[in-house]
């Protein structure tokens, strides 16, 4: 009786050691591991319903890092058939497959379910109409004679769901989003949404008024209602014998208090007064800062010859523009003052009485090489003028291969945009909200592509748009004056010739609040954030700071900036790049880079051209986005 129960001991702890180094090879391939032992981001909680079970990674609760790739097998057992995996399934590779994988962005719990194999079997087809008005949970799938199976339409925003129409005689309720239909056969259903109209912005009022000594010319006095978020241009106008004092009353969203013409945001109903004083006795000519800066920072160096900065109000500065190899001198601009020969690279500048930013502008003579990142691709823009890309290809973003005579390209989410040496401009990919109806645009200098719209600059610094514009993204036909355009996941970014920046669009993180910037040479929009680049080489930033992608203030020599879907890129002067945000892609490890001319972040994946031609890229790879090794673009 002893031995047996030793023996019986023995094969116990056998068992258990057998066990644990199951467990154990189950973290080494999953990244799981059962319990909180260490610091992890989320529970995968793995359950089986009668009839089989999982075998890979087992059953139970497991903890697992952020954006893991965990594979699951389910086994059916003797008479019994896989059928599909229920619970958090959005992130499952394939909801129908007894061998698929979840990729863990958050808490998640999943069902292995199984049928008898001797019952009859019917197929339900699901679709949507219109393409792209959204989606039907489960996507389709066999199911045993007399199965009631939930099914749940979702809208993709702009949308609503209307309907379920076709083989609908067994669902319960065919006008409800989220029902069920009991299967006697082989059923296709359609999920019906129309488009949902865009909700008005709010309105304010504003409410102008002025001391005795003067008035307010622009916009006028009285009580004035405007859509949130407008910028008001107030131009305070004394009498003679006076002079303006200050805004007084609801003042927090005014640039400048003590500026009579200055400009307030509307956030709210506000109340302001123009005050006027008495003048007093002369005082000493104010002085003003000259900031002169090329477009773009690679089209040429500027200068000021004079070169005793600050200057007063109508003194006389001479300037003088040099056009870097590739480029010629295309015109001086400014928002105040004048130009003895604005076409002239030597000419002299008329100081106005503000601190003022002149900009050199430089048009390409020839096809250069360059690179852009979208959402899941990369593109490369070759010197002779040709296109290559390589990534996701779902939406026809890729098909490249034709174009010619291209001379700047632009990825976004998933479409790419072309610019053509005659100006006109071609475009590729998901087309659902029309961002690649660009057909018609001609005289473009620059395009630029968002998530879902497309966005193009005129040679006249007017700025046209196309695209999803549910925030509105696309409302810049009012815009002039622009130099460059930016376009980031949902809004849009122009920086005029002065230095300072106008934006629209998704504005939930305060990435649109820019328009105190100024000095600005360079923007890029991102996924929730912008980023500017200031003539002094300095970088600011503003919108969503998760990951820390704003964290920017310390960058000095600077000559590019990119903002990517989570992450920052900037190159430096020495052609070596920092970055910051989301790295768990590698994406920001880009310390070792040397000898880039142009950087470009896309949703999770950063490139760098190399100034041989050759091309470097770290992140995210699922798409194969960063397999641009073999490229050689000069």
């Known amino acids: ?82 059928v599909n995996w229920t619970g958090d399934t959005d992130t499952v590779n394939n909801a129908y497959a007894a061998f698929t994988s979840v990729t863990m962005n958050d808490d998640y719990s999943i069902t292995a379910n199984f049928e008898e194999t001797d019952a009859t079997y019917y197929t339900l087809t699901t679709s949507v109409s219109p393409s792209g008005g959204g989606s039907v949970s489960p996507a389709g799938g066999t199911y045993a004679a007399g199965k009631v199976v939930t099914i749940s339409a979702t809208a993709t925003s702009g949308y609503r769901f209307v309907n379920w129409t076709g083989d609908v005689s067994t669902i319960d309720d065919r006008n409800a989003a989220s029902t069920t239909i009991t299967i006697y056969g082989s059923y296709s259903i359609t999920a019906n949404f129309e488009e949902s109209p865009p909700v008005p912005p709010d309105q304010y009022s504003l409410t102008i008024s002025s001391s005795a000594g003067g008035y307010v010319s622009t916009p006028g006095e009285g009580t004035f209602t405007r859509d949130a978020g407008t910028v008001v241009t107030l131009v305070a106008s004394p009498y003679s014998g006076y002079q303006f004092d200050r805004w007084t009353g609801d003042v927090g969203t005014i640039a400048d208090d003590e500026d009579p013409t200055t400009t307030i945001t509307m956030s709210g109903d506000y109340s ?102 979208g959402e899941g691709h990369t593109v490369g823009l070759k010197s002779n003028g040709t296109v ?58 620059q ?94 930033a503003r919108g969503d700071n998760d990951y820390g992608r704003c964290n920017v203030g310390d960058w000095t020599s600077m000559i590019q900036v990119a903002a990517g879907g989570y992450h920052t890129v900037g190159l430096k002067s020495d052609d070596t790049v920092r970055a910051v945000g989301y790295d768990y892609h590698g994406q920001c490890d880009v310390d070792d880079w040397e000898n880039i001319i142009q950087v470009a972040a896309g949703g999770y994946h950063t490139v760098g051209l190399k100034s041989d031609g050759t091309v470097r890229a770290v992140g995210y790879d699922y798409h194969g986005q960063c397999n641009v090794g073999g490229w050689d673009l000069n």
């Not at 030793?6 to 090879?25: C, D, E, F, N, Q």
């Not at 390589?390 to 989410?413: C, F, L, P, S, T």
């Not at 376009?487 to 002065?498: C, E, F, P, Q, R």
């Open 272 to 373: 302001i007064t123009a005050n006027f004083v008495e003048e007093g006795p002369p005082v000493p000519p104010d002085q003003y800062t000259l900031t002169i800066v090329p477009s773009p920072i690679t089209g040429g160096t500027v200068s000021d010859l004079t070169g005793t900065s600050p200057y007063t109000e109508g003194e006389s500065v001479s300037i003088k523009a040099v056009a870097a190899s590739d480029y010629q001198f295309a015109g001086w601009t400014a928002p105040a003052g004048s130009f003895d020969n604005a076409n002239a690279p030597t000419t002299t500048f008329t100081m106005p009485g503000q601190d003022v930013t002149v900009t050199a502008h430089f048009d390409q003579t020839g096809v250069t090489f360059m690179v852009s990142a």
């Open 447 to 540: 395009v630029a592509a968002g998530a879902y719209h497309t966005v193009g600059l005129r040679y006249d610094g007017t700025v046209l748009a196309v695209g999803y514009s549910y925030w509105w993204q696309c409302r810049v036909d009012d815009w002039r004056d622009i130099i460059q355009v930016s376009a980031g996941d949902y809004h849009t970014v122009g920086l005029k010739s002065g230095g300072t920046v106008v934006a629209v669009g998704y504005n939930y993180h305060g990435q649109c609040d820019i328009s105190s910037w100024n000095n600005i040479i360079q923007v890029d929009a991102g996924g929730y954030h912008t980023v500017g680049l200031q003539s002094d080489r300095t970088v600011v």
């Open 388 to 445: 290559v890309a390589v990534g996701d290809n779902e939406h026809g973003q890729r098909n490249v291969g034709d174009w010619k005579d291209i001379i700047q390209v632009a990825a976004g989410g998933y479409h790419t945009v072309g610019l053509k040496s005659d100006g006109t401009v071609r475009a590729v990919g998901y087309n659902n909200y029309g961002q690649c109806n660009v057909d018609d645009w001609t005289n473009v200098k």
């Open 1 to 82: 009786m002893n031995r047996m129960l030793s023996s019986m001991r023995r094969h116990h702890m056998t068992k258990i050691g057998l066990s644990l180094l199951i467990v154990a090879l189950i973290v080494g391939m999953t990244g799981c591991a059962v319990g909180a032992t260490r610091p992890v981001r989320y529970e995968l909680t793995i359950g089986s319903a009668e009839g089989g079970s999982v075998n890979i990674p087992g059953e139970g609760t497991f903890t697992c890092d952020a954006g893991r790739v965990v594979d699951l097998e389910a086994i059916p057992s003797t008479g019994y058939r896989f």
